[in-house]
Nanobody, 129 residues
Framework: QVQLVESGGGLVQAGGSLRLSCAAS????????MGWFRQAPAKEREFVAA????????YYADSVKGRFTIARDNAKNTVYVRMNSPKHKEAAVYYC??????????????????????WGQGTQVTVSS
């Protein structure tokens, strides 16, 4: 079973930049689609970004498109999300997730939390205005 550990959260100024990392416990990571989700207090968990297992496609929530970038380094068993110009309302606990999403699946599958079997514990991101 893959274990995921996020890091890099903290306080970031609105308009600044922050990079979150998610390290996987073993090399099976390279076979999984990886995603980032976030959950703010009293709100449902929402999709942020995802990447196919082979890195051939990336998917973003409309709200972060053009500002956030997901990347993976299979040699390091790590997935990242770079958050540029975060907004105050994007303060949340950010979770990374991994799963064996079918290579034939469309974008909608990558945005669904239920498609991911493995989850990290989350890292808090606070955005100061």
């Amino acid at each position: 079973q893959v274990q995921l550990v996020e890091s890099g959260g903290g306080l970031v100024q609105a308009g600044g930049s922050l990079r979150l990392s998610c390290a996987a416990s073993d090399r099976s990571f390279s076979r999984y689609a990886m995603g980032w989700f976030r959950q703010a207090p009293a709100k449902e968990r929402e999709f942020v970004a995802a990447m196919r297992w082979d890195g051939s496609s990336t998917y973003y929530a409309d709200s972060v498109k053009g500002r956030f970038t997901i990347a993976r380094d299979n040699a390091k068993n790590t997935v990242y999300v770079r958050m540029n110009s975060p907004k105050h309302k994007e303060a949340a606990v950010y979770y990374c997730a991994g799963g064996a999403v079918s290579p034939f699946a469309g974008r909608i599958c990558y945005t669904r939390a239920t498609k991911y079997a493995y989850w990290g514990q989350g890292t808090q991101v606070t955005v100061s205005s």
